[in-house]
Each structure stands twice: as C-alpha cells, then as structure tokens.
C-alpha cells in the first residue's frame, strides 16, 4: 500500500480514536508534534496528509503499532473510552483495569481488521435480551439458563466442558490474557462486530469456564452495558451480578444432571463423601466451592458443607489428588484469540493480503512461531499432566452427616 493513496477519512479515525484511548488532548498532541492546533485539527478532520515521520511520533505516542493506524480496510472501534465511561473506574484505583481495557480493545480492532480484509464478516442469531421478571432473580436465572441449553443442544444431563468453544460456534468472541489476579473478566457489546468477553488466562480452568458462563450470562441480560469483574467481587451484589451468578452455576450445573449425578452416587454406597464431592467437580469441570454451593441450593447436602471443607484446613488441590484426580487436559483452548480469528489470518497471510510482519503481529508472536502457525493450525493443543500426592484428611468422611432427614 502506498502512502500517498491511503484514505485519509479513515486514518483522520484512526489517529482520534487512538488520541481518545491515550487521554491526550488535541491541544497535547499538537504540542507533541510541535505544531499549531489548527494544523493538527486539520490532520483529524482528514483534510490535511500527516507526514510520515508526523505519524510515526503520533504513533509512538500513542502506543500504538504505526501499522494499526494505516489500515484503511476497517473503521476503529471506540472501544476504550466507552468501556472506561461505562465501568466509571479510574486506572489508578484498578491498576490492571487499563491493560485490560487495551488488550481487548486491541482483540478487537484486529479481529475486525481480519474479518474486512478477507471479506468475512460472520452473521450471528443471538437470543432477544432479557427482562428481570418478578420474584426470585435466582429462580429467573434458572430457568434462563435451562432455556439457552435447550437452543444450544447441550442437553439437561451433559457437563459443559468447553464453554468457550461452545459460544464461539453461536458467534460470542471469547478472548484470553494473562491479567491483574484480582480481574476474573470483561465484556462488552460492539455494534455491528458483537459480543466480546476477556478472560484471565492466569486462572485456573475451572475459575475460566465459570468466568465465561457469568460473562454470558450479563450479555443475555444487560449487553448494552460494559463491565468487569473480579475475583473477589463486593458483598452487596447488585441484582445483574446476582444474575449471572446463578445463571453460570445453573448452564454449568444443570439441576436434573446434578441430581442424577448425587442420586447415583447414594444409591451406589448409599453415602455422599468429600471424595465423591471431588468427583462431581471434575465431571462439570467447576472448583469445589462451586459445586458445594450448587449441592446446597439444590437442598442436597446441608448448608455450610463448605465452610466445614474449609475449616478442616486441608487445600483443595490435595483433597483431588487424594481421591484420585489428576490435573485435567484443557478441554478449552488457552489461545488469545477465537479459532476463526486464527484461520482468519491465515487465510489472509496465503492470500497475499497481509506480510509475515503483519501476521506475527496479528497473532501475537515471532514471525518464526507465526510459520508454523501457518504450518500447523489444524493441530490440538497438547495434554497437560499433573503430579498426584496423598494427604492426610480422610476423604470417607461423609457430607450427609447431620442432615435432616
């Protein structure tokens, strides 16, 4: 592409979008350049050619790959400023909020990249938003999530034990980096590129398929509004995070899967032991403390069964390799981008469309690791395998004890 043809509408975009997500104002940017303001109006309104080393200090301010700012096949996506003004959170009191922002708005602007420059945007049938209806918010979300394992074919028995592969298929963008430990999630509604979710790939895969549920479960209820979540999330959850909460341990832990999943185990030794507790997590591919707490609301072992695991002081890592569970394979991908963004840039890279620089950056590695991306990118990924070790806590003890009868 040569310079001098290059649209200058959409770099004008560009270049504020980018100025917008760095928090410069016209004024500073100008100062940067050491020019008059009227001039740099000029260059945002698109009516005067920045110089090429003009774009390389402006991109060099901004943080932004010079590359980036000279596509002209796709608009930019104002996503950082809209998810700083939706979350209403400053970067300094959430430090790893602002990677976060830029990671994803840069997932983003890539994917959309990808999708005009191969001329492949991806139609999606996404279910009509939710209303809260009266009465119980928990009994709603259960009854919401039943209803979407129906349109999606999951059935009301089946574990999910790729919930990532699972949305990607009806068209949500599930991206992976590695954040902030306290950040668990982002999500955000893009109008005409759709629903996108980050997840912390830090996380162990339990906590990342619980993440991905509770991200889906605010698309289907809130999508228009952007937000985080956290590790630890407030005390006083407001009725949207109640939602999702009960929504991702209803799509994760259907209750009549649950229940014959406990009603077998009964009848088998006619107990239901901490060992068997680790069993059931393993099979929905949920921590313990998620599938504890889904045992208790569904009535089936007594409240406080998991404050009792917790005070007996033993780690939940042990307790799973006592009663014989190995660390599992991800059953999910650990890559950054969906599988269509992948192949997308691929396509793009063996058509000719993009340079080995351009792919590598699209893809987030060396031009070396980017060839054999090319070479290999209908392989798995491969299996992981965990270490067992015995401990001393007796895995017989029972969770029925003391349950009224």
Known sequence: MKYESLELAGLAERLIAARKATGLTQEEAAAHLEMSRPTFIAIEKGTRRPKPA???????????PINNLLRSAAKPQPLSPHLRAGLDLSANEHPGLKHAIEALAGYIDDYSYLESVV?????????????IAPGSVEKFAEHCAQEERARLNLGVHQPVLAPRKVLEEVGVHVFMEKL??????????VPD????????????RERRNWTIAHEYGHFLLERDKP?????????????????ADAFAAAFLMPEPGVQRRFYDEIERSGDFKVADLCRMADHFSVSMQAMTVRLEELSLIPRGSWDAIIDAGVPVRALKQEAGIEPAANQDSLEPYPQRYKLLAVEAFERELITEGQLARLLRCSRIQAREIVEQSSKAPSDDNGMPSSVTFSLSQSLLAGAAV
């Open 180 to 189: 902030d430990s306290n950040l668990s999630g982002l999500y955000v509604f």
């Open 54 to 64: 003009e774009l390389i200090k402006l991109a060099e301010r901004y943080a932004v």
């Open 193 to 204: 590129f759709g629903y996108c979710i980050l997840i912390n790939r830090a996380h162990p």
């Open 227 to 243: 937000g985080v979540d956290y590790l630890k999330p407030l005390q006083r959850k407001p009725q949207g995070e109640r939602f």
């Open 119 to 131: 001329m492949s945007r991806r139609g999606t049938l996404f279910p009509p938003q939710l209303r």
